[in-house]
């Protein structure tokens, strides 16, 4: 069956330092792969996307890798900030099914001063 | 402001009465969709609609039911909620091609007693 699975573990990292979180998936053939950030009580909001033939795509402090063959993203957040606080989701279509957006259960990211 | 409004943001019910969920979107998006969210499930897709009078289920449809008459509006209708719909729920929408990303609103935190 399908599963995309993120670490479920709060990452708890301080202030300036980088956060890195991984998504790994198995039994999807992705074209293309979404992250988004999730405040508590609030909706996901959109953060990045990276399409298969992509390695790597960067925004402001936020970096994102795609590796099919690991079947893998790892997405950073650089210089982190506790306003960085929150839930991160990754977000994939099956495979020959756009539409139906299925998404990791987030890790929480904890930034301390 | 371009956004996805749903209503009511919280909503206590007793079993067996039914009971509809409002999401408008003001920006002209094809594509709209429903999901749950649960602790340690993530977010869960109920329906999802590629445009006006075209629905779709997706991963957990049994017990909602939706309509899309019009394009801006994806009401979520429970006929005969149970306390296992006890949920977090997301309206979501897009441009409706593959690889947008979803808009997301605030959520209806809805409780079946």
């Known amino acids: 069956s399908q599963k995309i699975e993120q670490n479920s573990e709060a990452l708890n990292i301080q202030e300036g330092k980088t956060a890195t979180l991984t998504c790994n998936y198995t039994?999807?053939?992705?074209?293309?792969l979404q992250w988004y950030r999730q405040d508590p009580g609030r909706g996901p909001v959109f953060l990045l996307l990276?399409?298969?033939?992509?390695k790597e795509k960067r925004k402001e402090r936020l970096k994102v890798t795609f590796d099919t063959t690991l079947k893998q993203s790892l997405f950073h957040i650089t210089a982190s900030q506790p306003a960085d606080s929150a839930t991160y989701l990754c977000?994939?279509?099956?495979?020959?099914?756009?539409?139906?957006?299925?998404f990791g259960a987030g890790t929480q990211v904890v930034v301390t001063p | 402001e371009a956004q996805v409004t749903q209503n009511p943001r919280y909503l206590i019910t007793v079993t067996g009465k039914k009971l509809t969920v409002t999401c408008s979107q003001n920006?002209?998006?094809?594509?709209m969709s429903w999901y749950r969210q649960d602790p340690g499930l993530g977010l869960r897709q109920i329906y999802y609609?590629?445009?006006?009078?075209?629905?779709d289920k997706g991963d957990v449809p049994e017990g909602y039911k939706v309509s899309r008459k019009e394009k801006r509006n994806f009401p979520l209708i429970l006929e005969s909620p149970s306390p296992n719909q006890t949920s977090l729920y997301f309206c979501?929408?897009?441009?409706?091609?593959?690889?947008?990303?979803?808009?997301f609103g605030n959520g209806t935190r809805l409780t079946v007693t």
């Open positions: 979501a929408s897009s441009l409706g091609r593959a690889a947008s990303p979803l808009h």
């Open positions: 039994n999807y053939s992705p074209a293309y």
């Open positions: 990276i399409r298969e033939n992509e």
């Open positions: 977000a994939l279509d099956p495979t020959d099914s756009w539409g139906k957006l299925q």
């Open positions: 920006m002209n998006h094809e594509y």
């Open positions: 609609s590629m445009n006006v009078e075209v629905t």
